[in-house]
């Protein structure tokens, strides 16, 4: 049930397995589906939750998205992996900041969980800058100069 | 990081938890990512994998929308979770048996991993229609009778 | 930017095109977007919409599956084009039916929607199952005595 | 079947439509099932079309994110919507450029979709930063320089 393992076993993968991509899609995978539940869960409480619903709604989408095309690894779409992760962690934090001003259970955890994605998303954009920068390629995607 | 925990918090939830629905929505979610990227890691092996890739893409698209529509909570809508149980179990199944026919580890574990899910559903599924049966209602859902 | 001219340039398809099927994915790919953005507006609305947004949520979700599904003409996954087929007409008449409810302009016309999306999956469905019987096939899908 | 007039009718929008937002979305929407069915025509070309398999099975994802993260209106998630677009020029663009290099039908209608929908999505994309800079807003997303 390992998504990592099963990145590791693709054919053009070998050495280069990338642990913190790796890592960001298995969390991405996660968050996907916490927000769909809080979307859910948010639009039973009696109070007005309707922004609440809205960013829950879209980091679901937008952490689907993103655990899916990081998860190739069939020739390269390097460029958009990393514009991948980047909505990602926008997406995330601000459903995260909104989460957060929330006391019932679902929504603490799932500001918990977008926070946590929003940081191994970070990790792993970083780590293909850093390789980037080592192969002496001029990257050209603005979320590389952060 | 927990989807049983997540949906366990929803606030028409409470003792009415339903332990295998949960834990058929834990194992679509995963399902759903594991084929995701064996149709990619097929789309890249040498001989012609083009059944297989088809199938992990139906599969996946089937899973997702499983999962989704199952973790939900609010309000009422059994008899459209048990339809989707249903053809997650369908879909399941045809992917294990395509995928099990090859040696790739990939596609091995994707074969466990369909036919782990689709047991899962299938355990979801009788609980609810065990629960319709139990309250007297005549179920209408052909799959209710297997 | 038709779908259904796309579908007939699938190598695999030639005189095999089948004509209500790919109406029906193209009204499906149409009710995922209606009812994806009835149900943020249902969000957005004083009144208690929770049971609408639920149904408009896994509504948008079954025809973004069946749709993605049943566009696919490698090979060959009749059976789960069939049930995708079903389960789409299912969650569009719920839909249909509680949209129906509400005099919101984008309720009535998610409601319309829903109920062409299921009137087409039907005739495809229909057409799936005329085409087994004509080739002397005994289908095991419940759906198909209907 | 109109999912500009619909977007129309939700409640926070009225006199504040956004037409170009609306195109966008409409042709992301069209451009996720194009991309789809592409994905699916090019696994059952003899020749070996994986680059082109994952490019299109990224910008369905990217498509599908993007349509249904820009439909929303309700509340505000207005940079999250400008960085959806952007990544969505992106994947069209890199989808376009390696469809266009193949003879199919299929792949040349799928390069002039994805070059359409990229088009809107970057009007849309100005107008909404025309919108930012009319209001004296400091925009921090890196797209809003170019």
Same mark, same amino acid.
């Given at each position: 049930?390992?998504?990592?393992? !099963?990145?590791?076993?693709?054919?053009?993968?070998?050495?280069?397995?990338?642990?913190?991509?790796?890592?960001?899609?298995?969390? $991405?995978?996660?968050?996907? *589906?916490?927000?769909?539940?809080?979307?859910?869960? %948010?639009? *039973?409480?009696?109070?007005?939750?309707?922004?609440?619903?809205?960013?829950? !709604?879209? %980091?679901?989408?937008?952490?689907? !998205?993103a655990?899916?095309?990081?998860?190739?690894?069939?020739?390269?779409?390097?460029?958009?992996?990393?514009?991948a992760?980047?909505?990602c962690?926008?997406?995330?934090?601000?459903? *995260? &900041?909104?989460?957060?001003?929330?006391?019932? $259970?679902?929504?603490?955890? %799932? #500001?918990?969980?977008?926070?946590?994605? *929003? &940081?191994?998303?970070?990790?792993?954009?970083?780590?293909?800058?850093?390789?980037?920068? #080592?192969?002496? &390629?001029?990257?050209?995607?603005?979320?590389?100069?952060?």
């Amino acid at each position: 049930m390992s998504i990592k393992e !099963m990145i590791r076993e693709h054919p053009q993968v070998g050495a280069d397995f990338n642990e913190s991509l790796a890592e960001a899609v298995k969390h $991405a995978m996660y968050c996907a *589906a916490i927000c769909n539940s809080c979307a859910d869960a %948010c639009s *039973a409480e009696e109070m007005d939750m309707r922004r609440c619903i809205r960013l829950c !709604m879209d %980091c679901a989408d937008v952490c689907t !998205m993103a655990y899916r095309v990081a998860t190739r690894r069939t020739d390269e779409n390097r460029q958009l992996i990393r514009s991948a992760l980047a909505v990602c962690i926008e997406a995330c934090e601000t459903c *995260a &900041e909104e989460c957060a001003r929330h006391d019932h $259970a679902h929504c603490q955890r %799932c #500001a918990a969980m977008c926070r946590e994605c *929003a &940081e191994d998303c970070r990790r792993a954009l970083q780590a293909l800058n850093d390789e980037v920068h #080592a192969d002496g &390629e001029r990257s050209t995607f603005a979320h590389d100069a952060t």
